[in-house]
């Protein structure tokens, strides 16, 4: 037993181990005073050793453990060999302060640490036959004797790997050099695998050609230290035999060599081979012949099978047979960006990056978050697809390869290109790193400080390491995710400015198959604004160039790139002199994005922003996309008129308003799609639809009243002989006005005491017609048209009645569907008792007491199947007509209205001419059940949305999906759908509205 050292000393061996970067220097010296440390324990270069190691105090515990491991003999060896040579020391004590799990290794195989001290220069850059070598040694050789195949490749699989972590932590290779030699070791080993799988079944090695195709990283000569190793197999029948056979044979061989591989024994795993990458995936055969995978790839692959093709390589089995297999699907890698489908696959393989990562993960995921690993090997591997089809130099599989070619051939800054490559470089040794300390496949940061304390040393930050570390990490990663934006849009742009020559040299050619591979239907004309956009040396072409590599981007990511850049163009060519409108952009971060989104998503919002430029300030101002409530824009619209030179200046005052307010709420709309991830929630669905309904429903009523104002004081001043309303009717009263909708309204008015009834209906008569004649002005801005076709015998009534001639014709003559037309009757302008007292009118008569009575029911059942056999336009599809179709905004309405006219006397919450809250009501009273409820809410705020979407995308209002291509996929990604799902969306529609028209024949119908 060692008797404990003197309080002095002990005090200055500690001091001595804190100064070595120790964190438990008590644990540190009880290793040390053990015996066996006794030949080197006051050795200060084995310290100093321990010091330079990413964690001293996991390095010295891996070395007690392998001393202990030895005999008497082997120990003195090991510590003498260890304070001799530098090499050695360097390396075995940079091993274990690295990797937790390679100390485990040696502390099982003690004699594994002889692997280290050859320091040759064959040594520094090992290839496969040197792998493969090391390898059959310890599985053939003398090494192997005692273990089973399966094992003995298992064991010197890691000691070959204890060479590539010494050279990596010594830093006597470098990131790529490291990544190049765990691939290289990967080749041998499947070698090796294949072979022992041969020795075991000489029989179906006998009748088959068998080829394993490297994909991926290990593919590229870039794979981690703890990565799938993707494969592909490819096989042929030896002659005179049968295929079905050989295939069958050669599936068998396949499958066990992946065994060898990935199963784990007393001696731990390798690594597992993935075939997940072979045609059909994990549905396909594991192995096909070679024309059976041409003959797939020529019909069925998708354009990420061929951009995972860039990667692939022979690797075992029959070099020959792999070779011509990569020869075959070169020529189709190459042919990828020509597909019709091309721009939709890339988007989908950008967002199945993202879409998978947990939200608590995203920020320290190295590998799929923002600025991470997978970022830089898109744009590289894009960039490849899109350029390499005409230049063979961009060929090549290893992503800094790649990149550097891209450099050269002028397709990417050489600046831009270094900064990649350095950040790649970094991110790519974090990983290396984080996954060698247990060997664990894994791309997080870790969180805990002794995991980040040690990460960081091991990169050679040891000037307060954690800090350090996190700085560059999350400078590296804006700079990826800065690039990464730049990288296909810079090179455009000087393409195109006529400037001095610069880094990039990319041709007119090159610009467009850029451009086309974005999603640019017309890349010359995109040219064409560019070059206006972007040229000359003034001050707003120097910043347009600043914001156009980031905005190209956004314009990229919606349904129509083109007209997103067009827009902008015009927007520019208005505003352009305009000394705030650039320098907003520039400076406030959302406002360049929301304006890039607003003008690529469809006709309504761009053409909006057009007619009044000036509107693009809303988009960076902190509330200028919230919704301004109908007081205040009244207050507004009656300031305007008031000050305005005769009643036509004043309505086009009053529409003014109307159009910045629309262009508010659409951008609003559009933008919040936008900024969704994936779908939104059914929950937000409906509170977006509602927003524009109550937006858009009080700046009409606002309108309404600026016009009321106008007509007045052109022929009254502020004498008129009658008080006068305006009602809402239909969606408007119901706030539930889509961007495209009429304004239905009823007229009503009342002689004000003493006045002529005869001048006073002939002034509200004038009124009225006046009001719909300004409103329907020739004019660029939006039409508001004036509906009162639900007044009192419809278009064959007066225009304007007094409130009792209302009573009068209600008492005596109302039909119940007139009653009906009322549930949804609201003031929106005019005189407000005036229009406080036709809703008391009306009140008995649209909630009628004791509910409705069976003859009256059967009538509105009656003509809810007329209008169904009658009203649907001639050719469309009842199945996705959103107002008069199946399940769509026709149904759900009558259905909550007849539930409004039959319990609405008892129930005072469906008492609203608001749908939504009508249905909301009847739920609460256990009219409806729950999912009923759910299904019909669901369907009427989908076929709203639809409504609206077609409005923003056209411009121009439509009740069903539109025929054309792009404006379908334009509506879809309102919607929440990416590119190439418009099927699904359809598909999604007509299952929503079919629930819904369920519940219509049951609660509705009756069955």
């Known amino acids: 037993m060692a008797l404990p050292a003197p309080q002095g000393r002990r005090s200055s061996t500690f001091s001595r181990l804190l100064r070595h970067g120790f964190t438990d220097p008590s644990a540190a010296a009880r290793l040390l005073d053990t015996p066996e440390f006794s030949p080197v324990r006051d050795d200060s270069v084995l310290l100093e050793a321990l010091g330079g190691t990413a964690d001293p105090d996991l390095a010295l515990l891996g070395l007690a453990r392998l001393v202990e491991a030895q005999s008497p003999e082997g ?112 080749t041998a080993t499947v070698r090796a695998a294949l072979q022992i799988s041969y020795e075991e079944a000489p029989g179906d090695a006998a009748v088959s050609r068998l080829a394993v195709i490297a994909m991926g990283k290990c593919g590229a000569r870039e794979l981690n230290y703890v990565s799938d190793v993707d494969v592909i197999f490819v096989a042929e029948a030896k002659e005179g035999v049968e295929e079905a056979k050989a295939l069958q044979a050669a599936t068998r061989l396949a499958s066990r060599m992946m065994r060898l591989c990935s199963d784990v024994t007393v001696e731990g795993t390798i690594w597992p081979v993935d075939a997940n990458l072979r045609p059909e995936g994990r549905n396909g055969p594991l192995v096909r012949t070679l024309s059976s995978h041409l003959a797939y790839y020529q019909r069925w692959a998708k354009t990420w099978e061929f951009q995972a093709l860039l990667k692939a390589r022979p690797m075992a089995g ?96 050489r600046q831009d290109a270094a900064a990649l490559d350095t950040a790649y470089r970094f991110l790519r040794a974090l990983e290396h790193r984080i996954q060698l300390f247990r060997m664990r496949r894994t791309h997080l940061m870790p969180e805990e400080e002794t995991d980040l304390r040690r990460l960081a040393r091991s990169l050679g930050l040891f000037t307060e390491p954690v800090d350090t570390l996190r700085k560059e990490w999350k400078w590296h990663a804006r700079e990826v995710r800065r690039l990464h934006e730049k990288l296909f849009y810079r090179p455009l742009l000087d393409a195109v400015a006529h400037l001095e020559p610069g880094e990039t040299r990319l041709s007119a050619q090159a610009a467009g198959h850029r451009l086309e591979a974005l999603g640019y239907v017309d890349p010359a004309a995109a040219l064409r604004h560019l070059e206006a956009l972007a040229s000359g040396v003034t001050r707003k072409a120097a910043i347009q160039r600043t914001l156009l590599p980031v905005l190209l981007g956004w314009f990229a990511d919606s349904a129509d790139p083109d007209a997103g850049l067009l827009n902008f163009r015009k927007v520019s060519d208005a505003l352009g002199k305009t000394p705030w409108y650039l320098r907003l952009l520039r400076d406030e971060g959302a406002a360049a994005e929301n304006l890039a989104r607003v003008l690529s998503a469809g006709r309504l ?32 619209v009656l300031a305007a008129v008031g000050r305005a030179e005769g009643a036509e200046a004043a309505v086009a005052v009053a529409r003014g308003v109307r159009r910045r307010e629309l262009f508010r709420t659409a951008a609003a709309d559009v933008i919040g799609a936008y900024g969704t991830e994936g779908r939104p929630a059914e929950e937000d669905h409906g509170h977006a639809i509602d927003a524009v309904g109550f937006a858009v429903s009080d700046l009409n009523a ?22 006068f309303a305006v009602i809402g009717m239909g969606r408007f009263g119901g706030h539930e006005l889509s961007y495209g909708s009429d304004a239905d309204v009823l007229f009503v008015h009342e002689p004000r005491e003493g006045a002529d009834e005869h001048e006073a209906a002939k002034a509200a008569f004038a009124i009225a017609n006046e009001m719909r004649r300004l409103l329907q002005l020739p004019s660029s801005d939006p039409p508001l048209l004036i509906d009162a076709d639900l007044r009192p015998e419809g278009r064959s009534g007066p225009l304007v009645r007094t409130l009792n001639s209302y009573a009068a014709y209600y008492r005596r003559w109302s039909l119940v569907w007139e ?4 549930l949804r009757a609201e003031p929106v302008a005019g005189d407000d008792d005036l229009g406080r007292r036709f809703i008391e009118l009306i009140d008995p008569l649209r909630y009628p007491a004791e509910g409705l009575g069976e003859d009256a029911v059967r009538e509105i059942r009656r003509l809810k199947a007329r209008m169904e056999s009658e009203r649907l336009p001639r050719g469309a599809d009842p199945t996705t007509h959103a107002k008069l179709g199946r399940g769509g905004l026709s149904d759900v309405e009558w259905t909550v209205q007849l539930l409004q006219m039959r319990h609405g006397w008892e129930v005072p919450g469906l008492r609203t001419p608001r749908t939504r809250e009508a249905l909301a009501a009847a739920h609460a009273a256990d009219l409806i059940g729950t999912e009923d409820a759910q299904i019909l809410d669901e369907a009427w705020v989908l076929a709203a949305r639809v409504r609206n979407a077609v409005m923003l995308v056209r411009g121009r209002p439509g009740d069903t999906f539109p025929a054309d291509g792009r404006e379908l996929a334009a509506v879809g990604r309102y919607l929440g759908y990416e590119e190439g799902h418009v099927g699904e969306m359809l598909d999604d529609y007509r299952r929503t509205t079919r629930r819904a028209r369920a519940v219509v024949e049951e609660l509705f119908y009756e069955g």
Request: aromatic share 4%.
């Open 605 to 636: 919002a761009p053409d909006l922003l057009l007619r009044a430029p000036e509107a693009v300030a809303l988009l960076g101002a902190a509330d200028g996309l919230k919704p301004r409530g109908r007081a205040a824009l009244e207050q507004e």
């Open 702 to 723: 606002a309108t309404l009243a600026g016009a009321l104002r106008a007509a007045v004081r052109e022929q009254w001043g502020d004498t008129l002989p009658t008080r």
């Open 75 to 186: 120990q003195q060896e090991l510590l003498s060999t260890l304070v001799a040579a530098k090499p050695l020391r360097d390396r075995l004590l940079g091993v274990m302060g690295a990797s937790e799990a390679l100390a485990d290794h040696l502390a099982r195989h003690p004699g594994d640490w002889r692997s280290l001290v050859t320091y040759e220069s064959v040594d520094l850059h090992p290839t496969t036959p040197e792998f493969e070598q090391a390898l059959a040694e310890g599985i053939w050789g003398e090494r192997g004797e005692g273990r089973s195949r399966a094992d003995a490749l298992r064991v010197a699989y890691r000691r070959s790997l204890l060479g590539i972590v010494a050279r990596d932590v010594c830093g006597t290779t470098d990131v790529a050099e490291a990544a190049a030699e765990l691939a290289d070791l990967a």
């Open 819 to 822: 009653a009906q037309a009322l």
């Open 318 to 413: 029959d070099l020959d047979l792999g070779q011509a297999y990569v020869d075959a699907v070169e020529p189709m890698v190459w042919q990828a960006a020509e597909r019709e489908n091309f721009v939709a696959d890339v988007r989908q393989m950008r967002l199945r990056v993202v879409e998978n990562i947990p939200a608590d993960r995203v920020e320290r995921e190295l590998k799929l978050g923002p600025g991470g690993l997978r970022d830089v090997e898109f744009a590289v591997q894009l960039l490849q697809l899109v350029h390499g089809r005409s230049d063979p130099t961009l060929r090549g599989p290893g992503t800094l390869d790649a990149l550097a070619a891209l450099a050269a051939g002028g397709y990417v800054g």
